[in-house]
T-cell receptor, first 110, second 114 residues
Framework: GDSVTQMEGPVTLSEEAFLTINCTYT??????LFWYVQYPGEGLQLLLKATKADDKGSNKGFEATYRKETTSFHLEKGSVQVSDSAVYFC?????????FGQGTRLTINP | EAGVAQSPRYKIIEKRQSVAFWCNPI?????LYWYQQILGQGPKLLIQFQNNGVVDDSQLPKDRFSAERLKGVDSTLKIQPAKLEDSAVYLC????????????FGPGTRLLVL
């Protein structure tokens, strides 16, 4: 069945560091891909999405590119801030269902 | 625009007791979802409503879980009787016209079963 695998957390970085959170997926066909973020005490929020191969989603300085050949959707940010501390979830949507990865907890130290 | 509302935010019960969660979706959103998020895992879809009809409940443990959506707006999720493994965060989400639209999530209800 469909599945999403994220890099193991937690991830701890210093402010202004470069961020990569790896995400790979297994699915038949070409699902839409998403990154959601969950700040402490809040619900999940859509961060960015891509609906077809080679699409790049971007928002708030974060980017991810839909790579069909490697079945990946890695999240990147060039310079992280303390306010980016949260749990990040990669997800795919196919057959009208969202399937989530296990989440990666990110902590940014000043 | 008000977001998805859920209550209660926290609930502690003993095993074999019953519990209910309430969700009020964003106004005008036709599709409503309930997810279960166990600690350290991503959310898992339990049930999906389109207006007041069930679209998908394939992962809902129907021997103990039930859900309804009143008049196509508010929804309740019930567990009876609860088991230790039901300890999780229960998330409600809604989307405007169908599953292809962006899902907006509520803050969740954190359940602890002792």
């Amino acid at each position: 069945g469909d599945s999403v695998t994220q890099m193991e957390g937690p991830v701890t970085l210093s402010e202004e560091a470069f961020l990569t959170i790896n995400c790979t997926y297994t699915a038949t066909g070409y699902p839409s891909l998403f990154w959601y973020v969950q700040y402490p005490g809040e619900g999940l929020q859509l961060l960015l999405k891509a609906t077809k191969a080679d699409d790049k989603g971007s928002n708030k300085g974060f980017e991810a590119t839909y790579r069909k050949e490697t079945t990946s959707f890695h999240l990147e940010k060039g310079s992280v801030q303390v306010s980016d501390s949260a749990v990040y979830f990669c997800a795919l949507r196919r057959a009208q269902k969202l399937v989530f990865g296990q989440g990666t907890r990110l902590t940014i130290n000043p | 625009e008000a977001g998805v509302a859920q209550s209660p935010r926290y609930k502690i019960i003993e095993k074999r007791q019953s519990v209910a969660f309430w969700c009020n979706p964003i106004s005008g959103h036709a599709t409503l979802y309930w997810y279960q998020q166990i600690l350290g895992q991503g959310p898992k879809l339990l049930i999906q409503f389109q207006n007041n009809g069930v679209v998908d409940d394939s992962q809902l443990p129907k021997d103990r879980f039930s859900a309804e959506r009143l008049k196509g707006v508010d929804s309740t999720l019930k567990i009876q009787p609860a088991k230790l493994e039901d300890s999780a965060v229960y998330l409600c989400a809604s989307s405007q016209n169908g599953p292809g639209e962006t899902q907006y999530f509520g803050p969740g209800t954190r359940l602890l079963v002792l």
